[in-house]
């Protein structure tokens, strides 16, 4: 048995990709550990959304240097977004670094290794490949939790956003191989799915035959033992009433949507190539509010993009306010090689995107705890994940609406149940509750 230490940066898709690549190398013999020090194989999956992202990887693989100088034989290897966006820097910077690949690659991992392995490194692979659906998971027990990757890559080409270089076009998996993965996932325990792609509700429009993502929903509802179905991102653009309409009716999925808004004023959405407008937003805020009553919303806001005005940034401050978001994202803006807003002339200050930062989280805190106070005296059901890292007598699940409930257990193993708490109290982060009846 060889030993593998994964370290992983970024979003979800990311976390995905890492469990495929423990699933595939572990058919190939490669056992997890959590020590670097210990590992014969080091395999870092990076993101390049942020420049503070890629600052990690580098700082993490200098970090290393000792071990591969110590052990020459050991692997260090990086895959993921940087691959694809930074692969010359990465070689100058981190000499030591044996392997190079790019999401599309994930499928060969176990060959390039081997090549590696083999003297002929620096291996490098950062090419589009064909589009494989890879199932294969590690074998750490029941899973109660699980991401699944629906469609690869985005073709929105926001001007901010590295994501098309680094993930590629835009490219859905069929309905019946998603279906197969989700049938495994609840067959080994799994109660809840995250589907994921850059653009999620924008899923299937590829396919022969065209197909959308209310479909799937639906398709993945009739799988017997999952009980609660997430996608995300989606993208207000391609947020259709179909879809609106397949959160209300289609009974596992729950009544939350996360909704990039990324700012609230018309001249940076347009400089920003996001294809709405405030209003349009708004008018999609209040369709799915009709819709969905007690739907909870988050967002993604970026602060300080290029030519972004203090009027601009009011517009932001206020559409966060009426939209009342249960949780928002605040990033400043980082400018990422090759996309149009790093070419702007009118770049923001660190200073005044720190100050932006700063008002912007204050206000998306003050709306969500009062949205979490409103929870306050509800009866909700909690899907018991884990016991409280404070209190291992309490146990500790998520709402549908996605909000961390503590709860005493009275003495019971509740892990996997959905149990009816009603909520007593809410607090910065979570909110407290007690049991109200039996565990379903
Ligand atoms: N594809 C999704 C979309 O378009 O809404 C989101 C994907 S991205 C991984 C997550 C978030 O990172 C984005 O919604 C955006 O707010 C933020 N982001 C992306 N590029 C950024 C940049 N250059 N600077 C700061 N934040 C950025």
Not at 127 to 137: A, H, N, S
Not at 238 to 249: K, S
Not at 270 to 290: K, N, P, Q
């Amino acid at each position: 048995m060889s030993k593998l230490h994964l370290i992983t940066y970024g979003c979800q898709m990311n976390e995905y990709d890492s469990e495929r690549v423990a699933g595939l190398l572990g058919k190939q013999q490669y056992e997890l550990t959590d020590r670097p020090d210990d590992a014969d194989v080091i395999l870092l999956n990076t993101c390049s959304i942020r420049e503070k992202a890629e600052d990690k990887v580098f700082s993490q693989l200098g970090a290393l240097r000792h071990l591969k100088r110590a052990r020459p034989d050991l692997v260090i290897g990086v895959m993921g977004c940087m691959a694809q966006l930074q692969q010359g820097r990465i070689q100058e910077r981190a000499p030591h670094v044996d392997l190079v690949f790019g999401s599309p690659a994930i499928a060969r991992v176990g060959e390039l290794l081997a090549r590696v392995k083999a003297g002929h490194g620096p291996v490098l692979e950062a090419g589009e490949g064909p589009l494989l659906k890879i199932t294969d998971r590690p074998s750490v027990g029941a899973r109660l939790k699980a991401f699944v990757t629906v469609m690869e890559g985005c073709e929105k080409h926001c001007t901010f956003c590295v994501v098309p270089t680094t993930r590629g076009r835009e490219r859905s998996h069929a309905p019946g191989i998603i279906v197969e993965e989700i049938r495994g996932l609840a067959a080994a325990g799994c109660k809840e799915v995250t589907l994921l792609g850059q653009t999620v509700n924008a899923y299937g429009r590829d396919l022969m035959p065209p197909t959308d993502l209310a479909a799937l929903l639906e398709q993945v509802n009739d799988i017997d033992g999952i009980e609660r179905i997430r996608f995300t991102t989606s993208n207000p653009y391609n947020l259709t009433a179909r879809l609106i309409h397949a959160i209300r009716d289609v009974p596992k999925v729950v009544e939350y949507l996360h909704l990039p808004l990324q700012s609230g004023s018309d001249r940076i959405l347009a400089r920003m190539h996001r294809g709405y407008t405030r209003a349009r937003y708004l008018d999609l805020i209040e369709e799915l509010r009709d819709t969905v009553p007690g739907i909870a919303l988050s967002t993604d806001l970026i602060v300080g993009f290029p030519g972004e005005t203090d009027e601009d940034f009011a517009q932001t401050v206020d559409t966060v306010e009426r939209v009342e978001y249960d949780n928002a994202f605040v990033f400043r803006y980082s400018r990422r090689p090759g996309t149009p807003a790093a070419a702007m002339p009118d770049q923001v200050p660190d200073a005044v995107k720190a100050s932006r930062n700063t008002v912007l989280l204050e206000v998306a805190t003050r709306v969500a705890a009062r949205r979490s106070r409103g929870l306050e005296g509800r009866t909700m059901p909690v899907l018991v994940d884990g016991t409280s890292r404070k209190n291992p007598r309490e146990a500790t699940g998520r709402t549908r609406c996605n909000r961390v409930v503590n709860f005493d257990a009275g003495g019971r193993d509740l892990l996997g149940r959905v149990v009816s708490v009603r909520i007593t109290q809410a607090l910065p982060h979570s909110l407290r509750g007690e049991p109200d009846g039996a565990a379903a």
